[in-house]
């Protein structure tokens, strides 16, 4: 299993439009969103959606990994 840490990006943070690996939309600037990044490979970041990263969660790791 790949660790990854996960970090809130805030509105103001959010300059760039960025493309998201879980619909393969866009996220544009000034959107609250997540970055995720592999521990063994920093280069790989990837932002995200937050409701696209917890979707994703819940595929990988099943029901007991909701939130709910
Ligand atoms: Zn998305």
């Known amino acids: ?3 990854v840490t996960v970090a809130p990006i805030q509105p103001y943070a959010a300059r760039k439009t960025y ?3 879980g619909c393969d939309g866009t ?9 995720v990044v592999p521990d ?3 280069d790989l970041r990837r932002h995200w959606h937050h409701g696209c990263w ?3 969660l819940r595929r990988r790791f099943g029901a007991d990994a909701s939130l709910n």
């Open 19 to 21: 493309l998201c690996p």
């Open 1 to 3: 299993m790949d660790e």
């Open 40 to 42: 063994h490979a920093p």
């Open 27 to 35: 996220i544009p600037p000034g959107t609250f969103h997540l970055v």
């Open 54 to 56: 917890n979707k994703d």
